[in-house]
């Protein structure tokens, strides 16, 4: 069974910062991408940023150049580090990763995991 649970949203003003976590865990074997997405009230999911194995990152226009991705891949942990926050930025954030689970001695193909979502707000 694979689990991912996020960490860190909250309430915060417009300008501030937030640091949100992703932990993966249970019978992993690999993970190839992990990353952010997040959805709005009334609106689709969009991505936010990813980031791969190897460390290559990319991201929504909408945050570039204010939010940061990273990872630890000895704790299957992603890390999105969001500073000049907007009001436009509220939304649940949602953790993804796309691994590789196993069972027993049996390795599974890749498929998509989700987290449960975490709700950032910020005020103006």
């Known amino acids: 069974q694979v689990q991912l649970v996020e960490s860190g949203g909250g309430l915060v003003q417009a300008g501030g910062s937030l640091r949100l976590s992703c932990a993966a865990s249970?019978?992993?074997?690999?993970?190839?991408?992990m990353g952010w997405y997040r959805q709005a009230p009334g609106k689709q999911r969009e991505l936010v940023a990813t980031?791969?194995?190897?460390?290559?990152?990319n991201y929504a226009d909408s945050v570039k150049g204010r939010f940061t991705i990273s990872r630890d891949n000895a704790k299957n942990t992603v890390y999105l580090q969001m500073n000049s926050l907007k009001p436009e930025d509220t939304a649940v954030y949602y953790c993804?990763?796309?691994?590789?689970?196993?069972?027993?001695?049996?390795?599974?193909?890749?498929?998509?995991?989700w987290g449960q979502g975490t709700q950032v707000t910020v005020s103006s």
């Open positions: 249970g019978s992993i074997f690999s993970i190839n991408a």
């Open positions: 993804n990763a796309d691994l590789s689970p196993y069972s027993g001695s049996i390795i599974l193909p890749f498929n998509n995991y």
């Open positions: 980031i791969i194995t190897g460390g290559t990152t």
